[in-house]
């Protein structure tokens, strides 16, 4: 059976990714007007942005009986065979990650890997492994 998760979204986190990407044009069009570089340069920032908005939408994390795959927008990630995870733990980690939000945790595998996710029900998804796979140590609480 596979059960996919869809990611939690920080709306405050976008909200800070549009203002770093819109403030400088913004302030640039109130002083100098809408030029014709201006216009090409407001229509890339737009399309940039709304790539990253479909990626802070668009990212999932499926579970099948053997593996976990992650998904982020158009990039996937290698799949993580769920006979090698470690430990499931809450991460305050601002790293990089195919996560949409601050609420994350972090999965640990392989012989020295780790990932951040951050699955919108945390809890139901580390039972869901832990269910698959005894081992795993689960370190988050209900």
Same mark, same amino acid.
Request: charged share 25%; aromatic share 12%.
């Given at each position: 059976?596979?059960?996919?998760?869809?990611? @939690?979204?920080?709306?405050?986190?976008? !909200?800070v990714?549009?203002?770093?990407?819109? !403030?400088?044009?913004?302030?640039?069009?109130?002083?100098?007007?809408l030029? &014709?570089?201006?216009?090409?340069?407001? /229509? &890339?920032? &737009?399309? *940039?942005?709304?790539?990253?908005?479909?990626m802070? /939408? @668009?990212?999932?994390?499926?579970?099948?009986?053997?593996?976990?795959?992650?998904?982020?927008?158009?990039? @996937?990630?290698?799949?993580?065979? *769920?006979?090698?995870?470690?430990?499931?733990?809450?991460? =305050? !980690?601002?790293?990089?990650?195919?996560?949409? =939000?601050?609420?994350?945790?972090? *999965? @640990?595998?392989?012989?020295f890997?780790?990932?951040?996710?951050? #699955?919108?029900?945390?809890?139901?998804?580390?039972?869901?492994?832990?269910?698959?796979? #005894?081992?795993?140590?689960?370190?988050?609480k209900?």
């Amino acid at each position: 059976m596979t059960k996919k998760y869809t990611s @939690k979204v920080s709306y405050g986190l976008l !909200s800070v990714v549009f203002i770093v990407f819109f !403030s400088p044009v913004i302030l640039n069009l109130i002083e100098n007007g809408l030029t &014709m570089d201006m216009l090409w340069i407001s /229509l &890339m920032v &737009m399309l *940039i942005f709304a790539l990253i908005v479909h990626m802070f /939408l @668009k990212t999932e994390y499926t579970i099948d009986e053997k593996k976990l795959n992650i998904k982020c927008g158009f990039f @996937k990630y290698k799949p993580i065979a *769920i006979k090698d995870i470690k430990e499931i733990s809450k991460s =305050s !980690s601002v790293m990089s990650s195919p996560a949409a =939000s601050f609420d994350r945790i972090e *999965i @640990k595998y392989g012989k020295f890997e780790e990932i951040i996710i951050s #699955p919108r029900n945390k809890v139901e998804f580390a039972q869901y492994l832990t269910k698959l796979n #005894p081992d795993i140590k689960n370190n988050l609480k209900d």
